[in-house]
């Protein structure tokens, strides 16, 4: 079953750049590239970093801690230390609304 959560506003973030955003207990970050919106895991899986503190280049998001890297579309590592791919989630626009699929 789709359950999807507001989590931003269209407004709220540039073409280039994420946010952090906070559900329940959980943080997500939006990422905006190209015109396309896409949501993952706040943390690293290598050592629990903050990743809206790294930094993107196209689609790829680099911890700020350690250098893993991953790719924001599908979450797949694509460089060490990390082995664990992030959570991604599915992402949809309503009106201004920016919405991500999430379990409750």
């Known amino acids: 079953m789709e359950n999807f959560v507001r989590i931003a506003s269209v407004d709220d973030i540039q073409d280039g750049d994420m946010i952090s955003a906070e ?3 959980s943080k997500v970050v939006i990422a ?4 396309v919106l896409y949501a993952f895991d706040e943390e690293c899986t290598h ?3 903050g990743l809206s503190d790294g930094d993107l280049d196209g689609n790829i998001i680099q911890c700020p801690c350690h250098g893993a ?3 924001i579309r599908t979450g797949e590592v694509t460089s060490p230390p990390a082995v664990e791919p992030l959570k991604t989630y599915q992402v949809r ?3 201004d609304d920016i ?3 999430y379990e409750v």
């Open 23 to 25: 559900i329940e207990d």
């Open 99 to 101: 919405l991500i699929e």
């Open 32 to 35: 905006h590239v190209e015109g």
């Open 47 to 49: 050592a629990g970093c």
């Open 69 to 71: 890297e991953f790719d």
């Open 93 to 95: 626009v309503e009106g």
